[in-house]
């Protein structure tokens, strides 16, 4: 549900996860009660079907699945994103059509992986041109980091793609403080309506601080109360308390994210979430497995301190 509000996609969406049984199969049951848990005061929306969901583990009826459950759960009370990932942008397209037909509010659209090695700009309008044609949804970008590869997009792509028709936000996920200030920047100039938030989360504090317009983030599926907390305070310019929620982050996005291989963010997302009680099992997909005790042990002494009143 798209609110009734002036600048009505700005705020924080939790970038969910998808709970799975122990046989691999995902649990619609929990996928909704996750989608619901989220749902904290000052929470506008959820993105499904996003990275960390696992989209490039699922199948284009899985992530409709996805969808069903997410709206089914919170559809007629926040903003549900689902996130469109397809190395063909034909399949992508259908993707699109599947979450309009779900009841998704918009979609987000991630880069093919085969970009890490190269893209353009006209290939990049067309993956994104076939995909709006195929629905009437309001549409978020994807910036990716600025170490995969050329996955992220240039000034000039970032230039023509924000000029597209219902284009509403940006998922700004450069990783890094000044790629990201340089995004916010060449938006506000030539698309200042679309909507910029900050996504890397080792760096929330910074990024609300230079200009934030919300943020899809994964920690908020995780300890939604502390990432709303952190933008109330940078909004209302209480320096020292963000400070201080920032030194309680910090140390669990560091564990999430900043140890490599950072393709474990899922497990230790999944691993946050049983610890927490909210997930019965962290199953991920093969070849990823479930994180071990060492890694586990940190985990949980981290999520101890971000949960610290």
């Known amino acids: 549900m798209i609110p009734d509000r002036p600048n009505p996609w700005h705020g924080i969406y939790p970038a969910i996860l998808t709970p799975m049984r122990d046989d691999f199969s995902i649990d619609d049951a929990a996928m909704a009660r996750h989608a619901s848990d989220v749902l904290v005061d ?21 992530k409709r699945r996805v969808t069903d459950a997410v ?7 926040a903003i549900v994103v689902s996130g469109i990932n397809a190395e063909y942008s034909l399949e992508a397209a259908a993707q699109a059509r599947d979450a309009e037909a779900a009841g998704a509010d918009a979609i987000m659209i991630f880069a093919p992986n085969a970009w ?12 994104h041109r076939l995909i709006a044609e195929a629905t009437r949804l309001p549409i978020m970008l994807f910036q990716a980091s600025v170490g995969s590869g050329k996955t992220a997009y240039t000034a000039e792509i970032l230039t023509r793609l924000v000029a597209l028709p219902r284009i509403v936000g940006i998922k700004e996920g450069s990783w890094e403080v000044n790629a990201y200030e340089r995004t916010l920047r060449l938006v506000k ?46 909004k209302r310019g209480d320096v020292e308390a963000a ?54 042990a940190s985990i949980e002494k981290a999520l101890r301190v971000a949960l610290v009143p």
């Open 42 to 62: 000052g929470i506008v929306g959820v993105m499904c079907n996003g990275h960390a969901g696992e989209n490039y583990m699922t199948t284009r009826d899985e």
């Open 116 to 127: 890490a090695l190269g893209q353009d700009s006209e290939m990049a309008m067309r993956h």
């Open 243 to 296: 400070r201080a929620i920032h030194e309680k982050l910090h140390p669990l996005a560091n564990i999430i994210y900043g140890v490599p291989p950072g393709s474990l963010a899922t497990a230790r997302l999944k691993a946050c979430l049983k610890l927490l009680g909210r997930f019965a099992s962290d199953t991920v997909r093969p070849p990823f497995a479930a994180i071990g005790a060492v890694e586990r």
């Open 71 to 77: 709206v089914g759960a919170i559809g007629k009370r």
């Open 189 to 234: 100039r030539v698309a200042p309506h679309v909507a910029v938030m900050g996504s890397g989360d080792e760096h929330l504090f910074t990024s609300f601080m230079i200009g934030s317009e919300g943020s899809v983030v994964s920690l908020a599926a995780v300890i939604p109360e502390v990432i709303v907390a952190l933008d109330r305070a940078v």
